[in-house]
């Protein structure tokens, strides 16, 4: 009995304010009160949000030309496999009816075009991406190797896919006169993806970087000569590249293609007047019922010229006060009941 009872009394926790759960605590107890005010000071927060985002969106100016139709030549020519190498452009005249001031960013936009499917988004291979094994093409199909067993950089359905078509914004001095604007390639991609997620091999000359690989069977060119103008803009840092490699949630999307260089006759941005977009049309849509459009946007602290932040703010807080007023007349009327019943 005695051996029994010492065993028990080893094996109980020591006598510790933490191991026998007697430390203080505190019970939240919420009134009807404190309850009801949380509902009110977050219904104002985020209809007070609502209207700010809504309004800031609606300052923004935004032309959109879709270029589908207008360059349907174009679209007959080279979406035909037989005439792949003919190089066609198109040119699209348009007016701006009031100067869009500040900075100007062009965008091209896609509809019905899926990058969100499971099997594109993982067509890819990181390693490769990072300059780490340039010839790492397991996680690619279909797209990883050429017909001659050759290893493609950069390899996957991504990459293969991306939107070439070559847009040069012009701008009408006058009747007889039209110069090109100047538009930067640079600072369009995220910093995390150009200084992180995207590196060139390990070698000063890129040519000799990408040797033993094989260039994406969409692609005119290989990689490394992606950028002609500038050839420090080659290879997996082309922001380009970088753009497209980063896929859109929806079938509908825009993706930034070009800045507004603010020199010469547009340091305050884009004036009023003619312009005229000169498309090289390459990225076919026809084949699967798709469109394509170029835009100009100017943008503001909140983004772009979406509603969506706005109007999901705005419901948040509509159907945060209409639970206050909902839960404050229920509890009016309980109240008063209980009132009314001590009075009996």
Request: with cysteine; charged share 15%.
């Given at each position: 009995m005695k051996?029994?009872?010492?065993?028990?009394?080893?094996?109980?926790?020591?006598?510790?304010?933490?191991?026998q759960q007697q430390l203080p605590a505190y019970r939240l107890q919420l009134t009807a009160t404190?309850?009801?005010?949380?509902?009110?000071?977050?219904?104002?927060?985020?209809?007070?949000?609502?209207?700010i985002l809504l309004l800031s969106a609606k300052n923004i100016k935004e032309v959109e030309i879709n270029y589908t139709e207008k360059c349907s030549d174009c679209a007959k020519l080279r979406e035909n496999t037989a005439n792949f190498d003919k190089e066609c452009t198109c040119s699209i005249p348009f007016y701006l009816p009031e100067a869009m001031k500040g900075d100007v960013y062009m965008f091209y936009k896609l509809y019905g075009f899926y990058q969100n499917l499971y099997q594109y988004v993982l067509s890819r291979s990181n390693s490769q991406l990072m300059g780490i094994d340039i010839k790492d093409v397991s996680n690619c199909a279909p797209f990883k190797n050429s017909h001659n067993g050759i290893p493609i950089a950069p390899c996957g359905a991504i990459a293969n896919s991306i939107f070439n078509d070559t847009i040069v914004l012009s701008y009408n001095l006058n009747s007889s006169m039209s110069i090109k604007v100047p538009m930067l390639r640079s600072g369009i991609?995220?910093?995390?993806?150009?200084?992180?997620?995207?590196?060139?091999?390990?070698?000063?000359?890129?040519?000799?970087?990408?040797?033993?690989?094989?260039?994406?069977p969409s692609w005119p060119k290989p990689v490394y000569e992606l950028d002609e103008e500038d050839p420090e803009n080659n290879g997996f840092i082309n922001e380009d590249f970088i753009v497209w490699m980063r896929t859109a949630a929806f079938p509908t999307f825009k993706k930034l293609y070009r800045r507004l260089?603010?020199?010469?006759?547009?340091?305050?941005?884009?004036?009023a007047g003619s312009y005229s977009f000169g498309i090289t049309y390459n990225f076919p849509v026809t084949k699967f019922q798709g469109e394509k459009s170029v835009v100009l946007s100017t943008l503001t602290w909140s983004g772009g010229s979406s509603l969506f932040l706005g109007l999901a703010y705005t419901v948040t807080g509509a159907l945060t006060w209409l639970a206050f007023f909902a839960m404050m007349a229920i509890h009016l009327r309980l109240k008063g009941r209980k009132t009314l019943f001590h009075q009996e």
């Open positions: 051996r029994g009872s010492h065993d028990c009394q080893s094996r109980l926790p020591d006598n510790t304010a933490l191991k404190i309850i009801l005010s949380g509902f009110f000071i977050t219904g104002v927060f985020c209809l007070g949000v609502g209207v991609s995220w910093w995390t993806d150009k200084y992180v997620k995207f590196w060139n091999p390990s070698s000063q000359n890129l040519s000799s970087a990408f040797a033993g690989t094989a260039k994406p260089s603010r020199i010469q006759h547009f340091t305050e941005g884009l004036p």
